[in-house]
Nanobody
Framework: QVQLVESGGGLVQPGGSLRLSCAAS?????????MNWYRQAPGKEREMVAA????????NYADFVKGRFTISRDNAKKTVYLQMNSLKPEDTAVYYCNAVHRVTGYNSWGQGTQVTVSS
């Protein structure tokens, strides 16, 4: 079973930045997985934030983070990142890392990391 561990969340003021990391378990074929970041705010449904293909050649973003967030990955370190700039209070949510095998569709989730944007 794939294990994903997110880190990097915390409290930041509006306009600030955070970088989230999601590390995959050691014996996991990370480079075979497309990776996604989702978020879920209290009382709202989970929504996709950003996605990156297995080799990192293609990225996609939700409209509400375009120009502010950047997803990237380091397959050698088995880690995916989400650089978040110009944070807004409405970005407050639990952020989840998601892995989807590019062939089988096998799906795995991390436990989430809290991001709070507040003055």
């Amino acid at each position: 079973q794939v294990q994903l561990v997110e880190s990097g969340g915390g409290l930041v003021q509006p306009g600030g930045s955070l970088r989230l990391s999601c590390a995959a378990s050691r014996y996991y074929s990370f480079s075979s997985y497309n990776m996604n970041w989702y978020r879920q705010a209290p009382g709202k449904e989970r929504e996709m934030v950003a996605a990156i293909t297995s080799a990192g050649g293609t990225t996609n973003y939700a409209d509400f983070v375009k120009g502010r967030f950047t997803i990237s990955r380091d397959n050698a370190k088995k880690t995916v990142y989400l650089q978040m700039n110009s944070l807004k209070p409405e970005d407050t949510a639990v952020y989840y890392c998601n892995a989807v095998h590019r062939v089988t569709g096998y799906n795995s989730w991390g436990q989430g990391t809290q991001v709070t944007v507040s003055s």
